[in-house]
Every structure is written in structure tokens, then in C-alpha cells.
């Protein structure tokens, strides 16, 4: 957005939203694929859900057929759908050059320290043996709130 004002006040070709264009350095259009490489079929991650799961998930499939660390640049955005899939097509142009930088803006982005607790882990926390039910209480207070 501020850089089609700039390119527009200044000159030089408006990127329009119609456009495609990649997040990461020509350097990694120009990495070749391997022989009888087979595409694998990645688990999807919308914008919900353990980011540091996806990752290792995502990390292992490609392994598990031989991909590169440069390659995992090209296909991580195969893994991804809507809120997910969004915050990849919203990423600057050209400015991913490895995997470390791609996983880091990923997780900076979506990645939450606060684990939900569902109703059934709540009903089955138990009183400890000799904890006073206030201890009990409060604990169970603490986990339902965070």
C-alpha cells in the first residue's frame, strides 16, 4: 500500500493486487527439483491452531521426500489456507531468503503462548491428595481463566 503511493508519487510500475508475485528471492526460483520428485500432500494450517506443530509437520513431510531447506521456502506457502494462506500473500515481495526467516515471520505472526483449555480437561482436573480446597479451587480458577 505505501509503496504503490511511493512508486506512484515517484514513478516507476504500480504493483496491483491482481498481480502474483512471491514473497521469496529469485535465487529460489532458479533452485531446481529433484529427479521423480513427488509433491507431498501437506497438512493445512488456517491461522488456528499450534504454529510450532505445523512447522515440524511441515518439516518432516518435506523430508520425508527428499526436499531441501531452500525448498521448503517455495513450498510452505502449499501449506497454508485462508487466515494463513492471507498472511502469506500479505508478506513484502521478495524479501524471504531462507527458511529460518520464513518459519521466524510465521511464528512471530501466529504463534500464542496462551494454550486454550476445553471444558473436559476442566472437568477432569481432580483435587490433589492433601491439597486444601482453597489451593484447589484457585488452581482450578487460574487454568480456567488463562
Not at 535465487?27 to 491461522?47: A, E, I, S
Not at 511441515?58 to 531447506?69: A, D, H, K, L
Not at 521466524?104 to 483449555?117: A, D, H, M, Q, V
Request: aromatic fraction near 14%; glycine fraction near 6%; include cysteine.
Amino acid at each position: 500500500m505505501i509503496a504503490n503511493f511511493i512508486r506512484a508519487q515517484y514513478g516507476g510500475p504500480l504493483q496491483t493486487s491482481f498481480m502474483y508475485s512471491r514473497s521469496y528471492t529469485k535465487r529460489k526460483d532458479n533452485l531446481r527439483t529433484l529427479l521423480r520428485y513427488q509433491l507431498p500432500k501437506f497438512q493445512q494450517f488456517d491461522g488456528k491452531g499450534n504454529t510450532k506443530q505445523h512447522i515440524v509437520h511441515f518439516v518432516q513431510t518435506c523430508e520425508n521426500v527428499g526436499s531441501r531447506t531452500d525448498q521448503l521456502v517455495r513450498q510452505f506457502v502449499r501449506s497454508l489456507k485462508g487466515n494463513g494462506f492471507g498472511w502469506y500473500t500479505d508478506l513484502e515481495l521478495e524479501v524471504i531468503d531462507s527458511w529460518e526467516q520464513l518459519a521466524n515471520e510465521f511464528l512471530n505472526c501466529f504463534y500464542s503462548t496462551r494454550c486454550t483449555i476445553s471444558m473436559m480437561e476442566l472437568t477432569n482436573m481432580k483435587q490433589r491428595k492433601e491439597e486444601p480446597v482453597i489451593d484447589y479451587l484457585n488452581r482450578w480458577r487460574a487454568l480456567s481463566l488463562d
